[in-house]
Nanobody
Framework: QVQLVESGGGLVQAGGSLRLSCAASGMILSRNFMGWYRQAPGKQRELVAKFTTGGGTNYADSVKGRFAISRDNAKNTVYLQMNSLKPEDTAVYYC???????????WGQGTQVTVSS
């Protein structure tokens, strides 16, 4: 089993910044891939940013140039630096982890990000 715990959400004014963190614990395998997704009220969950199996990163078009994903492998932690936030970035942000040799895709409990105009 894997546990994911997100932190860093909150209320921020448009144009502001937030940094989300997601710490993974439990049965972490060597080849794991973490990412961030979000779900706004009444909408489907969507990709924000993730690390790919090829070692690169993938970003939603709506956040390119504003958000940056990074990770600390020693701490099994992934971060999402969010700059120039917009009201449309308001959502619950979820951390995700998948790993080779494990059929389960793990999710955190989510952290609320609210951007006021």
């Amino acid at each position: 089993q894997v546990q994911l715990v997100e932190s860093g959400g909150g209320l921020v004014q448009a144009g502001g910044s937030l940094r989300l963190s997601c710490a993974a614990s439990g049965m972490i395998l060597s080849r794991n891939f973490m990412g961030w997704y979000r779900q706004a009220p009444g909408k489907q969950r969507e990709l924000v940013a993730k690390f790919t199996t090829g070692g690169g990163t993938n970003y939603a078009d709506s956040v390119k140039g504003r958000f940056a994903i990074s990770r600390d492998n020693a701490k099994n932690t992934v971060y999402l630096q969010m700059n120039s936030l917009k009201p449309e970035d308001t959502a619950v942000y979820y951390c995700s982890l998948s790993q080779w040799g494990d059929p389960t895709n793990y999710w955190g409990q989510g952290t609320q990000v609210t951007v006021s105009s």
